[in-house]
Protein backbone atom coordinates (compact mmCIF):
# COMPACT_ATOMS: atom_id res chain seq x y z
CA UNK A 1 0.00 0.00 0.00
CA UNK A 2 1.13 3.29 -0.96
CA UNK A 3 1.45 5.49 2.14
CA UNK A 4 2.42 9.14 1.82
CA UNK A 5 4.83 11.26 4.47
CA UNK A 6 5.39 14.91 4.90
CA UNK A 7 7.41 17.09 7.38
CA UNK A 8 7.84 18.69 9.08
CA UNK A 9 3.72 19.15 9.67
CA UNK A 10 3.61 22.68 11.03
CA UNK A 11 6.63 24.96 10.10
CA UNK A 12 6.70 28.49 11.21
CA UNK A 13 9.12 30.71 9.78
CA UNK A 14 10.62 34.18 9.78
CA UNK A 15 10.38 35.84 6.55
CA UNK A 16 13.30 35.95 4.79
CA UNK A 17 14.85 32.64 5.83
CA UNK A 18 14.78 29.64 3.91
CA UNK A 19 13.75 26.04 4.89
CA UNK A 20 12.88 22.62 2.84
CA UNK A 21 9.55 20.30 3.37
CA UNK A 22 10.40 16.73 2.38
CA UNK A 23 7.51 14.30 1.09
CA UNK A 24 8.44 10.77 1.29
CA UNK A 25 6.63 7.80 -0.44
CA UNK A 26 6.84 4.24 0.21
CA UNK A 27 6.40 2.36 -3.56
CA UNK A 28 7.56 3.04 -6.64
CA UNK A 29 6.16 6.18 -8.21
CA UNK A 30 7.18 8.50 -11.57
CA UNK A 31 4.54 11.01 -10.88
CA UNK A 32 4.51 13.67 -8.03
CA UNK A 33 2.81 16.87 -7.77
CA UNK A 34 3.02 19.58 -5.18
CA UNK A 35 -0.17 21.66 -4.57
CA UNK A 36 -1.05 24.68 -1.68
CA UNK A 37 -4.27 24.98 -0.40
CA UNK A 38 -5.19 28.44 1.68
CA UNK A 39 -7.83 28.35 4.21
CA UNK A 40 -11.09 27.27 3.62
CA UNK A 41 -9.98 27.32 -0.28
CA UNK A 42 -9.40 24.85 -2.69
CA UNK A 43 -6.08 22.81 -4.02
CA UNK A 44 -4.04 24.72 -6.42
CA UNK A 45 -1.54 23.10 -8.47
CA UNK A 46 2.33 24.27 -7.69
CA UNK A 47 4.45 21.62 -9.69
CA UNK A 48 4.07 18.35 -11.77
CA UNK A 49 7.62 16.24 -11.36
CA UNK A 50 7.20 13.80 -13.77
CA UNK A 51 11.22 11.89 -13.68
CA UNK A 52 14.09 11.09 -11.49
CA UNK A 53 15.96 14.43 -11.60
CA UNK A 54 13.35 16.81 -12.28
CA UNK A 55 13.11 19.78 -10.79
CA UNK A 56 11.29 22.92 -11.38
CA UNK A 57 11.63 26.51 -10.17
CA UNK A 58 8.91 28.82 -9.62
CA UNK A 59 9.39 32.41 -8.00
CA UNK A 60 10.54 31.49 -4.40
CA UNK A 61 9.59 27.72 -4.62
CA UNK A 62 11.36 24.83 -6.23
CA UNK A 63 10.42 21.49 -6.17
CA UNK A 64 12.81 18.26 -6.95
CA UNK A 65 12.18 14.42 -7.16
CA UNK A 66 14.24 11.92 -6.72
CA UNK A 67 12.49 8.52 -7.37
CA UNK A 68 15.71 5.94 -5.96
CA UNK A 69 15.30 7.32 -2.77
CA UNK A 70 11.39 8.20 -3.30
CA UNK A 71 11.89 11.74 -1.99
CA UNK A 72 10.26 15.18 -2.97
CA UNK A 73 11.39 18.35 -1.49
CA UNK A 74 9.94 21.86 -1.83
CA UNK A 75 12.72 24.27 -0.91
CA UNK A 76 11.41 27.59 -0.18
CA UNK A 77 13.80 30.33 -0.34
CA UNK A 78 13.55 33.98 1.37
CA UNK A 79 10.10 33.49 2.95
CA UNK A 80 7.32 36.31 2.42
CA UNK A 81 4.07 35.99 4.13
CA UNK A 82 2.07 35.56 1.25
CA UNK A 83 3.67 32.07 1.05
CA UNK A 84 1.71 31.18 4.21
CA UNK A 85 -0.69 28.25 3.04
CA UNK A 86 -0.85 24.11 3.87
CA UNK A 87 1.48 22.34 0.75
CA UNK A 88 0.38 19.28 -0.40
CA UNK A 89 2.41 16.39 -2.12
CA UNK A 90 1.05 13.46 -3.86
CA UNK A 91 2.26 10.36 -5.59
CA UNK A 92 0.85 8.40 -8.22
CA UNK A 93 2.41 4.69 -7.95
CA UNK A 94 2.99 2.16 -10.54
CA UNK A 95 0.87 -0.38 -9.00
CA UNK A 96 -1.97 2.25 -8.78
CA UNK A 97 -1.66 3.91 -11.47
CA UNK A 98 -4.13 7.45 -11.77
CA UNK A 99 -5.08 7.53 -7.97
CA UNK A 100 -3.36 9.79 -6.53
CA UNK A 101 -2.32 9.59 -2.66
CA UNK A 102 -2.10 12.93 -0.53
CA UNK A 103 0.11 13.30 2.30
CA UNK A 104 -1.19 15.21 5.51
CA UNK A 105 0.56 18.36 4.53
CA UNK A 106 2.99 20.71 5.87
CA UNK A 107 1.28 23.92 7.49
CA UNK A 108 3.72 26.88 6.76
CA UNK A 109 3.10 30.09 8.71
CA UNK A 110 5.68 32.70 7.78
CA UNK A 111 5.80 36.02 10.39
CA UNK A 112 7.67 39.63 10.27
CA UNK B 1 -13.91 28.75 -19.39
CA UNK B 2 -14.98 28.19 -15.48
CA UNK B 3 -13.38 25.47 -14.94
CA UNK B 4 -14.77 22.69 -12.21
CA UNK B 5 -17.54 24.23 -10.59
CA UNK B 6 -19.51 22.14 -7.98
CA UNK B 7 -23.05 22.81 -6.08
CA UNK B 8 -23.84 22.92 -3.53
CA UNK B 9 -20.83 24.97 -1.65
CA UNK B 10 -22.89 24.15 2.13
CA UNK B 11 -24.88 21.55 3.35
CA UNK B 12 -26.60 20.17 6.36
CA UNK B 13 -28.10 16.50 5.83
CA UNK B 14 -29.81 14.49 8.57
CA UNK B 15 -28.68 10.86 9.48
CA UNK B 16 -30.14 8.94 6.74
CA UNK B 17 -31.03 11.19 4.39
CA UNK B 18 -30.01 10.96 0.51
CA UNK B 19 -27.93 13.78 -1.39
CA UNK B 20 -25.98 14.24 -4.65
CA UNK B 21 -23.11 16.91 -5.24
CA UNK B 22 -22.58 17.82 -8.58
CA UNK B 23 -19.28 18.46 -10.03
CA UNK B 24 -18.87 19.74 -14.08
CA UNK B 25 -16.14 20.98 -15.89
CA UNK B 26 -15.77 22.63 -19.24
CA UNK B 27 -12.16 21.68 -20.19
CA UNK B 28 -12.79 18.31 -22.11
CA UNK B 29 -10.77 16.85 -19.40
CA UNK B 30 -11.29 12.53 -19.61
CA UNK B 31 -10.67 12.16 -16.26
CA UNK B 32 -12.82 13.32 -12.90
CA UNK B 33 -12.32 12.54 -9.31
CA UNK B 34 -14.22 12.67 -6.05
CA UNK B 35 -12.21 13.39 -2.99
CA UNK B 36 -12.91 14.02 0.89
CA UNK B 37 -10.82 15.90 3.02
CA UNK B 38 -11.43 15.76 6.98
CA UNK B 39 -10.24 18.65 9.10
CA UNK B 40 -6.03 18.86 9.20
CA UNK B 41 -5.82 15.99 7.05
CA UNK B 42 -4.59 15.53 3.23
CA UNK B 43 -7.09 14.50 0.56
CA UNK B 44 -8.53 10.84 0.09
CA UNK B 45 -9.83 9.68 -3.08
CA UNK B 46 -13.54 8.61 -3.37
CA UNK B 47 -13.54 7.82 -6.82
CA UNK B 48 -12.43 8.34 -10.16
CA UNK B 49 -13.56 8.62 -13.53
CA UNK B 50 -11.08 7.78 -17.04
CA UNK B 51 -13.98 8.29 -19.28
CA UNK B 52 -17.76 8.63 -20.14
CA UNK B 53 -19.10 5.29 -18.82
CA UNK B 54 -15.73 4.27 -16.83
CA UNK B 55 -15.66 4.72 -13.47
CA UNK B 56 -13.55 2.79 -10.36
CA UNK B 57 -13.28 2.77 -6.56
CA UNK B 58 -10.66 5.09 -5.07
CA UNK B 59 -9.36 4.48 -0.99
CA UNK B 60 -12.50 5.66 0.15
CA UNK B 61 -15.51 4.02 -1.67
CA UNK B 62 -17.97 3.05 1.02
CA UNK B 63 -21.20 5.13 1.43
CA UNK B 64 -20.99 6.79 -2.00
CA UNK B 65 -21.89 5.91 -5.44
CA UNK B 66 -20.91 7.61 -8.78
CA UNK B 67 -21.86 7.81 -11.86
CA UNK B 68 -20.60 9.16 -15.73
CA UNK B 69 -23.30 9.80 -18.01
CA UNK B 70 -21.17 12.80 -20.45
CA UNK B 71 -17.46 13.98 -20.16
CA UNK B 72 -18.70 17.30 -18.06
CA UNK B 73 -20.23 15.75 -15.66
CA UNK B 74 -19.47 13.91 -12.42
CA UNK B 75 -22.12 13.45 -9.58
CA UNK B 76 -21.22 11.73 -6.52
CA UNK B 77 -24.23 10.42 -4.20
CA UNK B 78 -24.15 9.78 -1.05
CA UNK B 79 -27.39 7.35 0.21
CA UNK B 80 -28.20 6.88 3.78
CA UNK B 81 -25.75 9.87 5.18
CA UNK B 82 -23.74 9.38 8.49
CA UNK B 83 -21.61 11.61 10.90
CA UNK B 84 -18.57 9.97 9.53
CA UNK B 85 -19.19 11.69 6.12
CA UNK B 86 -19.09 14.96 7.41
CA UNK B 87 -16.29 16.04 5.10
CA UNK B 88 -15.05 18.94 3.22
CA UNK B 89 -15.57 17.14 -0.82
CA UNK B 90 -13.29 18.31 -3.92
CA UNK B 91 -14.12 17.24 -7.24
CA UNK B 92 -11.14 17.79 -10.13
CA UNK B 93 -10.21 17.38 -13.02
CA UNK B 94 -7.26 16.40 -15.52
CA UNK B 95 -6.59 15.99 -19.20
CA UNK B 96 -5.25 12.09 -18.70
CA UNK B 97 -3.54 10.43 -15.13
CA UNK B 98 0.04 12.08 -16.21
CA UNK B 99 -1.38 15.50 -15.77
CA UNK B 100 -2.50 18.12 -13.11
CA UNK B 101 -5.51 18.13 -11.75
CA UNK B 102 -7.77 21.37 -11.45
CA UNK B 103 -9.68 21.62 -8.31
CA UNK B 104 -12.77 22.52 -7.63
CA UNK B 105 -13.94 24.91 -4.76
CA UNK B 106 -15.26 22.37 -2.61
CA UNK B 107 -18.53 21.06 -0.96
CA UNK B 108 -19.01 21.30 2.77
CA UNK B 109 -21.06 18.62 4.03
CA UNK B 110 -22.02 18.22 7.36
CA UNK B 111 -24.52 15.50 8.83
CA UNK B 112 -26.82 15.77 12.01
Known amino acids: ELKVEQNPLFLSMQEGKNYTIYCNYSTTSDRLYWYRQDPGKSLESLFV?????AVKQEGRLMASLDTKARLSTLHITAAVHDLSATYFCAVDGRAQPDKLIFGTGTRLQVFP | NAGVTQTPKFRILKIGQSMTLQCTQDMNHNYMYWYRQDPGMGLKLIYY???????DKGEVPNGYNVSRSTTEDFPLRLELAAPSQTSVYFC???????????FGPGTRLTVT
Open chain 2, 92 to 102: ASSLDGSYEQY
Open chain 1, 49 to 53: LLSNG
Open chain 2, 49 to 55: SVGAGIT
